[in-house]
Structure formats: structure tokens, C-alpha cells
């Protein structure tokens, strides 16, 4: 995109210092990151267990890009930009099952491989060639049950991209196998989407603004490890024995297959997390929406045998803690708003995650 001008990063990131406070509210930076970031991105769409059966599909949304996750009548599953060809009604929503996708705005007919079938009055129209208005794809794959998306086509595979993750989720002693989908839970935050994956990259913070997550998960930087890997980075906190032990001090005691806390983060903006205990996993994805705002969009699978008093008891854990984080990012948008802080300083150690994340969005948008 040319002709767009972010203001410069007066002291180097290098040094510790942290992106520039416009860059979380400047319309021209949120113009640039979705051109340069979120336009190729690899993001958690929705369940895989949603697209199973051929002629199901779901409707979600990965950045800025509305898509359709779609099983063909032949099997194989597709995503298309979920935007009508006639004139940008979005053409599915929700999920379920259907013969075609029919644009709710004029009925434009698309089958189920994205190819326009009919449009009504098309046969008053001279010269009207459905064959090039077919949907747009976008690229999918499958990690487990969790679909993926990212609108750029000729992505690199999923799997490539996912890298060590796997092998990481694996050594939680979590089995991807033994999970459905739970439930699906969209939280709006007065926040930059820098400001939220900020949040989610350091629990510098955990002591002193999660003190029930730190009952159970121990967030000594000795025990507390991170690490940068190519495509994400990871968080694991072994389990604090005092909550094993079910001392009543703890909101939930972490018994189970799940022996650590693992919190990944995905570039641009989908996260992964795992609490100790039962078997779980909640993926969520971070929806930038407007330069000062942002929809976290999170899905919960457990077994399908878990105990609901459980299930709820973990959930109320997490929202916790999501409830203190919201209240934390919101006051940072509030500070960095104000302009008179122009640039913040990281702890080198515990805030790795956090510098090697803005040295990446720096150099996509240098
Ligand atoms: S916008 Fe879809 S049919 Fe008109
Ligand atoms: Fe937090």
C-alpha cells in the first residue's frame, strides 16, 4: 500500500525499548498490519467437528476476513472469502448443513466447491459469465480438531507452519484425540490487538494481577519457562503441589492426564491454551476490530465424558482471569492514549515473548 506513513520507532526495540504508543490507536498502522500481517495469516477458524459431514459448513471470521469452512459434496474441505460476489453480503452464517450457499441478500446460488450456479435475471443480462464470479478461497487445514484458515491461498501448508507445536501440546500429556467442542464465548476489549497479545505473551503480571491462576500454576521465573520458536512461542508453568494437594486454598485442584499449564501464541493473533488437570484445550483467536478494539473469540473442548461440575469449575477459573486481564489492557489503551509516554521499556527476561512479537509486527510494517 503506498503513501502510508507510520510514525518512526524513535528508540530501538533492540535496546528494550517497546513499540511507539500511536502505534496502537493510528489508523494507518491498523491499515498496514492488515495489508502486511493479517492478509497471509494462519488463524484458528472454528471445529473441526463442525465440518465433518459433506454439505456442512461455518461461517467465522480470521482478522479482518469473513470466511465459509465448507465439506463438499465430494469430500474435501474448502474455505472461501464469505462475501458475496454480486455486491459484499456476507453469503453464509452460523453453521449447519446445506445443499448450496445461497446469498441471503438477491439468492446468487453458489455450490458447495464455490462455483456461481445461478443468479436470478441472469438470463436477461447479456454477456453474464457466472464462470468468473465463483467465491474466493482462502487456504485451510486441519491440526487435530481445530480448523485453520488464512486468506492468502497459496499459504505454506498448516502443518509446516505448526511446526514443534504439536509435539509441545503432546508432552502436556494432553491426547487432541479425546476432545470435543464445548462452547463458544466472544468477549469485546477496549483494546488494540497488540495490547491484548502483549498481555498473553508475559505472566510477569501473573502474581500480582491473577492471584487465583497463581494458586495453581506455578509462576516463579525459575519454574515458568518461554520460548521463541519460528511460528509462535510458548508458555509452560508446572503445577503448584499445594494445589494437587486439594488444600482448599486453590479455585480448582488440577488432578488429571494434564500435568502442565502450556500457553501458545500463534502469529499474528491465535493462542492456545491448556490448563492443568482434566483433559481441555481453549483456542482463541483475536479478532482486530478497529484500532482500538479488539473480539477475543474463544472455544473450549473438553472430553466428552468430562464431569460438567468440573468443566464449569475450570471455566470460571479461566474467565477469572480473562475478567482481570480485559481490566488490565483496557488500562494500558487508556495510558498509551494519552501520548505522553511515547515508548515503554521491557523486562529483558520475562518479557522476552513480548519484544521478539514487536520486533516481528516492526519489521512486517517497516
Ligand atoms: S449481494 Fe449477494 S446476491 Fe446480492
Ligand atoms: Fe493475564
Redo the contacts with the bound molecule.
Sequence with gaps: MSGIKVSPVDRPLEEGWTLPASWYSDPAVYALERERIFASAWTYAGPAEWVSEPGSYFASQIGHVPVAIVRGKDGELRGFVNV?R????L?VSGQGRRETLQ?P????TYDLDGSLRRAPRAEREPGFDPSGLSLLTVAVGVWGPFVFANPDPDAQPLDEWLGALPAIVAESGLDLGVLRFHSHHEWPIGANWKVAMENFLECYHCPTAHPGFSKVVDVDPDSYRLAVHPTFSAQIGPVRASALSGNGKAPYVPRGDVSQAQYHFLLPATTVNIAPGMPNISLERWLPDGPARTVEVTDYFFAEDAPESEVEELMAWDTQVAEEDTSLVESVQRGLDSGLVPQGRLMAESEQLIADFQRRVRDALD
Design positions: 458475496c454480486h455486491r459484499g453480503h453469503v446469498c441478500y438477491h439468492a446468487w
